[in-house]
């Protein structure tokens, strides 16, 4: 990712920790051990101050808004859009 953001400043990412499933135990879709540990790494190598995260916890997934594109806000509606086309009941949970 950073080798990706070096050649596009503006590039923002996202991710989603999967669920373990083993036998017969599966993890909870929320805030999974993936998740936790993604999160740790993207802390330590992605800035608060450059990148703001957009989170949907229920299902571990995170968006990570580079704050130098050239229009934050616009792609912040367009990245919300994007996750509730994926994920319905999210709409339900935003601010409006």
């Known amino acids: 990712m950073l080798e990706f953001l070096d050649r596009n400043p503006s590039a923002s990412f996202g991710y989603i920790g999967a669920n373990s499933i083993a036998g017969n135990f599966e993890e909870p879709k929320s805030s999974t051990q993936r998740f936790r ?30 704050l130098r594109h050239q229009d934050p806000e616009q792609l912040r509606v367009d990245a919300t859009n994007m996750f ?13």
């Not at 703001?52 to 808004?65: D, H, N, Q, T």
């Not at 994920?87 to 949970?93: G, M």
């Open 37 to 66: 540990i993604y999160e740790y790494a993207m802390n330590n190598f992605f800035s608060i101050k450059s990148f703001e995260r957009i989170y949907y916890r229920p299902r571990s997934a995170v968006f990570m808004l580079n």
């Open 84 to 96: 509730t086309e994926i994920y319905p009941e999210l709409e339900a949970q935003l601010p409006q």
